[in-house]
């Protein structure tokens, strides 16, 4: 799958962590007494079925509620977090293969977009993907034994598959897609849990679009069997502040999920641990609707940069860089290097414990990427451009959810402007610069006689932010008492100097997700 430039997690560990030959489940694990019952382990301790999967958190906790439902399995209270601790400690996807699919982990109303990246995957997205995201698929590593048994699988659990695929032969088409699955996504080894801590103080840094930057502090407490207490504060750009509390558990040494209040708001957040790092994405739905990712660091003796914003410069633009991270050192203009960029840096002044702001400005006089050093210290890069050449929406088109009630709440869409730079040749794609502050509109999308989607679909912040105001249901005053679903178009506009930038996006405001399991 192609994922966009926005992807939030960056893998942190390597295939070093897998393990093999060992015993997975000892005989007085839960995982023994409740799963072992009808996967009869063999002669050497094996499970079978469970140790042929490796997958994250969310997807085992599918698994196991569907054995509870579907087969019996009584779990008591307490039992599946249990559960989910044992299995995750060897049957776990390593932190580059979470990281590809971290997009789901929040079971919350994601835009990612999925497309196949060549002939193969149209025809496994045509077979597969009409039911359930690709990301699911590319959630699980199974033994080529367990692919193949999933044709009969969804056999049993969706008899109709075959005359709802009516227009191909469902079955063979599966199989081959089952095969592909065994070579591209192999089970490989079990994977064997760091010793991993995460109790102290950490620096955050994040983003949340359509709110900017902020940064702040957290504190981590061991709980002890592999959870966690938080607390933290945080300070946007904008000098609002908010603070946070909760817990958090670590499933498999590495994949911390958390649950906190942030601000009074209810909060859940997928993270991946690498050492002394931490990334990921928090969430908060309505009615404080905002999804946002950060990078923690853990507080020590050395200097780290976490991160320089903005990310790109104009060419004759003066612009502040600020430069964020843990025990950075004081600096002058002189100490500041841009290696392959033409930069000037007219001063440096401290913004904090944890920030440096670099008065700069480029004259480069094409597209180019500079390395940038604060006192030897690696601060990362920056894109230098002449100009942006345009503004586009994301994401392209936003999947906004009525609400279906009180355990089906109103699900938004956080709308961004990105700025773009012509490469320079005919077929080279335009260059992401970033994130650009613009204003946010809707208006009417003519799509048939008597178009009246804009009366029922509310308002869109002008940060771009927006979540769905009506319920789900008939409405007497549409034709045919249609529901207040609807399409609509996303307008944007952006000036900068004597310049002004205009974007078009659709918006699309549908049905609640009731069968949340299929993501």
């Known amino acids: 799958m192609r994922h966009d430039w926005r992807s939030t997690i960056v893998a942190g560990l390597a295939l070093a962590g897998l393990s093999a030959g060992a015993q997975a489940f000892d005989q007085d694990s839960l995982v023994m007494n409740k ?16 140790e042929d999967i490796r997958t994250t958190p ?27 601790k044992e299995l995750a400690a060897t049957q776990s996807l390593t932190p580059d293969e979470q990281a590809q699919v971290s997009y789901l ?21 045509a077979t597969c993907v009409r039911c359930h995201t690709a990301g699911k698929i590319h959630s699980y590593r199974m033994t080529p034994e367990a692919w193949t048994k999933l044709r009969d699988f969804h056999l049993y659990i969706s008899p109709t598959v075959v005359f709802t695929m009516r227009e191909m032969r469902w079955i063979p ?20 849990a760091p010793a991993t801590r995460l109790d102290g103080a950490w620096a955050v840094f994040g983003y949340a679009p359509g709110r900017g930057t902020y940064r702040g502090e957290a504190r981590i407490a061991d709980a002890g069997n592999a959870e966690l207490k938080l607390t933290g504060s945080l300070t946007y ?20 999920r958390t649950r906190t209040s942030n601000n009074g708001f209810a909060s859940h957040g997928a993270f991946i641990v690498s050492g002394d790092e931490i990334r990921g994405e928090w969430h908060l739905p309505a009615p404080d609707f905002r999804t946002s990712g950060s990078r923690w660091i853990r507080l020590g003796d050395q200097p780290k940069v976490a991160r320089i914003v903005p990310g790109f410069l104009l060419a004759g633009e003066k612009t502040t860089l600020t430069v964020e991270g843990v025990n950075l050192p004081d600096a002058r203009a002189a100490d500041v290097a841009f290696a392959g960029g ?8 401290r913004a904090g414990p944890g920030a440096l702001e670099l008065t700069v400005v480029s004259s480069a006089p094409a597209l180019a990427t500079a390395k940038v050093s604060v006192k030897g210290l690696d601060a990362g890069t920056v894109t230098l451009a002449p100009a942006i050449d345009r503004i586009a929406i994301v994401p392209e088109v936003g999947r906004a959810r009525m609400s279906g009630g009180t355990n089906y709440p109103p699900e938004g869409v956080q709308f961004e402007a990105i700025a773009y730079a012509k490469a320079g040749g005919r077929k080279a794609p335009d260059v992401a610069l970033g994130p650009v502050p613009a204003t946010f ?35 007497p005053k549409r034709t045919y008492t249609g529901e207040n679903s609807g399409l ?18 659709e918006l699309v405001v549908t049905v609640p997700d009731y069968i949340a399991r299929i993501r």
């Open 35 to 50: 799963c072992g019952t009808c996967h009869a382990p063999t002669a050497d301790g094996r499970v079978p079925r469970v």
């Open 58 to 84: 969310e997807e085992w906790t599918v698994i196991v509620d569907r054995m509870r439902r579907l087969h019996g399995m009584k779990l008591r209270e307490g039992e599946m977090d249990r559960l989910l």
């Open 105 to 125: 982990s929040l079971w919350h109303n994601s835009q990612r977009v999925e497309e196949p990246s060549g002939k193969d995957e149209e025809k496994i997205y």
């Open 173 to 192: 088409e599966a199989d081959a897609a089952f095969a592909h699955f065994a070579k591209k996504l192999p089970y490989g080894n079990a994977w064997k």
């Open 237 to 256: 750009a904008d000098g609002t502040a908010e603070t946070f509390a909760g817990d958090g558990t670590l499933y498999g040494g590495v994949a911390l």
């Open 342 to 349: 033409a930069v000037k840096v007219l001063g440096v002044r």
């Open 441 to 475: 509109r809707l208006t009417e999308l003519k799509t048939r006689p008597g178009d009246d989607d804009m009366t029922w679909l509310g308002t869109i912040l002008p940060n771009g932010s927006y979540l769905p105001t009506v319920d789900y249901a008939p409405n």
């Open 488 to 505: 609509v178009k996303v307008l944007a506009r952006y000036k900068r100097g004597q310049r002004t930038y205009d974007a078009q996006a």
